[in-house]
């Protein structure tokens, strides 16, 4: 089907930086949107930003002005540009994605996929 596949994550120090990348593969029609989401121990997962296939972005009022979103629709690839890192940052993040997997004569199911979650943790 298909398989969302993370990289970028680790222990930076507050003020720091990291840049999170998602690829998106397997039978892919279209990607309607994609973005991030994350989740610390004994909280509920959050939306960080999302980004549909127009360009327009929606982020977090946490994350304003520090973390952009980008996309490589060639490379079915998102990344999470992620600066002025502070402790609360801290936590797991997960990709997301719509995707229009492809049919038999086209376009197929529309379905959201995850991926397996990086972890980001900022030291103060």
């Known amino acids: 089907q298909v398989q969302l596949v993370e990289s970028g994550g680790g222990l930076v120090q507050a003020g720091g930086s990291l840049r999170l990348s998602c690829a998106a593969s397997?039978?892919?029609?279209?990607?309607?949107?994609m973005g991030w989401y994350r989740q610390a121990p004994g909280k509920e997962r959050e939306l960080v930003v999302r980004?549909?296939?127009?360009?327009?972005?929606n982020y977090a009022d946490s994350v304003k002005g520090r973390f952009t979103i980008s996309r490589d629709n060639a490379k079915n690839t998102v990344y999470l540009q992620m600066n002025s890192l502070k402790p609360e940052d801290t936590a797991v993040y997960y990709c997301?994605?719509?995707?229009?997997?492809?049919?038999?004569?086209?376009?197929?199911?529309?379905?959201?996929?995850w991926g397996q979650g990086t972890q980001v943790t900022v030291s103060s």
């Open positions: 997301n994605a719509d995707i229009s997997t492809s049919g038999t004569t086209g376009r197929g199911l529309r379905l959201d996929y």
């Open positions: 980004i549909t296939n127009g360009g327009r972005s």
């Open positions: 397997g039978s892919i029609f279209s990607i309607n949107a």
